[in-house]
């Protein structure tokens, strides 16, 4: 059993920023990467980010490219989305989920699709004009 804890949305203004972590505890020896999504009330769920790792990012969402990065903290076991020059359209729940690599194909522009095991109990993050 793998478990992630989130921390670190909260409410903010435009053209602020967030960190956001979450932290994998259990049995993770098969790990391979984390996603982060999030979904706004009213909308699909949509993936943000996706981290190895080994390699680190690797693959940004265009809605979110040039303002939100990943990291990590192999030591810690934790994942990080930076989250840069919010505007009111990133309102929305974050999730991050653990996937131990299971390769599912691709989706729209070539983003890798991955069975994802675990996911966290997700995080707020309000952003007002």
């Known amino acids: 059993q793998v478990h992630l804890v989130e921390s670190g949305g909260g409410l903010v203004q435009e053209g602020d920023s967030l960190r956001l972590s979450c932290e994998v505890s259990?049995?993770?020896?098969?790990?391979?990467?984390m996603g982060w999504f999030r979904q706004a009330p009213g909308k699909e769920r949509e993936v943000v980010l996706i981290?190895?790792?080994?390699?680190?990012?690797?693959y940004v969402a265009d809605s979110v490219k040039g303002r939100f990065t990943g990291d990590r903290d192999n030591a810690k076991n934790t994942v990080f989305l930076q989250m840069n020059s919010l505007k009111p359209e990133d309102t929305a729940t974050y999730y991050c989920?653990?996937?131990?690599?299971?390769?599912?194909?691709?989706?729209?522009?070539?983003?890798?699709?991955?069975?994802?095991?675990?996911w966290g109990q997700g995080t707020q993050v309000t952003v007002s004009a």
């Open positions: 989920a653990y996937t131990s690599g299971l390769r599912l194909g691709e989706g729209p522009g070539g983003r890798p699709e991955f069975e994802y095991d675990y």
């Open positions: 259990g049995r993770t020896s098969r790990k391979y990467g």
């Open positions: 981290i190895s790792w080994r390699e680190g990012d690797i």
